[in-house]
């Protein structure tokens, strides 16, 4: 299993520079720059400027720079929120983007899983509709809707919740519900297609002929190889609710990463949009990782050597 990790992390480093790279790429295709605007710049203190941040090298150079920098920790600073660099801005708010994502995923977890077993095993019942049917109408509602719509029905109708903004649970509730309800839905189908097929493998009908209960059949053999297809699906999922909440965010005011990327890539602040992507890339290789290990202890057939 060491040999394994450390050849997964080996991997994961070209897997970055390829993020970088690409992410480098389409920032400089992008028509204008942190220093144009609505008002222009006299030429001289946009050639200094440029020369500052390095900006008037190369575009190789100015990408082997950056890898190099980034190798060593330091992110660069932002060329448009003054004062603060990359780090600064990733420590502020990162808490907040991890706080928001782990309650919608558990919330997810704790909703999709349970309706997607509970579905499979009352098959062809009104039980197994209605998980369905909710799997169908979640998954299909954009972020961008299920929040406007909740804001309408619990802020602004009933008076339950705020609005927007992070400041203590009350606030928590609706963006954990909108950004958590696509999830749950997605888990809800993908553990009630799993348990189904399963359900239907020839190792089940053998424990049962030999006169298992159902309870033991079903927690022992056919959950446990079940949940190996939702936890593969998991682990990415995990990684981009983290850190890619953008919408949610937005929607609601949260003073999360996704509130400084929309900010930073229509400013063209490149340190920033380059920092959140490494972190982004970061996060989802380090769920990929854990996946993998956890595959060892759901399915005993798995080996790594």
């Known amino acids: 299993m060491f040999k394994f990790v ?24 992008i028509p204008g720059g942190p220093f144009t605007g609505e008002k222009s710049v006299p030429a001289e203190i946009l050639a200094n400027m440029n020369a500052k941040y390095g900006l008037d090298k190369p575009w190789y150079e100015q990408y082997f720079r950056y890898v190099w920098h980034a190798l060593q920790g330091d992110l660069g600073v932002s060329m448009t929120q003054k004062g603060r660099t990359v780090l600064d801005i990733i420590g502020t708010q990162f808490p907040v983007s991890i706080h928001l994502g782990g309650m919608a995923f558990g919330l997810a977890v704790l909703i999709g899983v349970p309706a997607g077993i509970v579905a ?33 029905v619990f802020a602004l109708k009933l008076k339950w919740f705020p609005t927007s903004r992070w400041e203590g649970p009350e606030y928590w ?15 809800a189908r993908l553990t009630r297609g799993s348990m189904l097929e399963t359900l239907q493998q020839d190792f089940v009908r053998t424990a049962q002929a030999k006169g298992l209960p159902y309870r033991t059949v079903v927690l022992r053999h056919v959950l446990r190889n079940s949940l190996i297809p939702v936890v593969t699906q998991a682990g990415p999922l995990l990684g981009f609710v983290i850190t890619g909440s953008f919408l949610t965010e937005f929607i609601f005011s949260i003073p999360g990463l996704g509130r400084s990327y929309i900010f930073s890539v229509s400013n063209r602040d490149y340190s920033v949009v380059m920092g959140l992507a490494v972190l982004l890339s970061s996060v989802i290789i380090l769920a990929n990782l854990v996946v993998d290990i956890i595959y060892g202890i759901l399915d005993p057939r798995i080996r790594y050597e």
């Open 173 to 187: 509730v609706l963006p954990t519900v909108t950004l958590g309800t696509a999830l749950s839905a997605y888990f």
């Open 120 to 152: 499979a095993l009352k098959h062809n019942t009104w039980i197994d509709y209605g998980a369905i049917f909710y799997a169908t109408i979640g998954w299909a509602i954009p972020v961008f809707i299920v929040g406007p719509v909740l804001i309408l």
């Open 6 to 29: 450390l050849r997964r992390i080996l991997w994961s480093i070209p897997v970055l520079l390829l993020v970088i790279f690409l992410t480098f790429l389409l920032m400089k295709a």
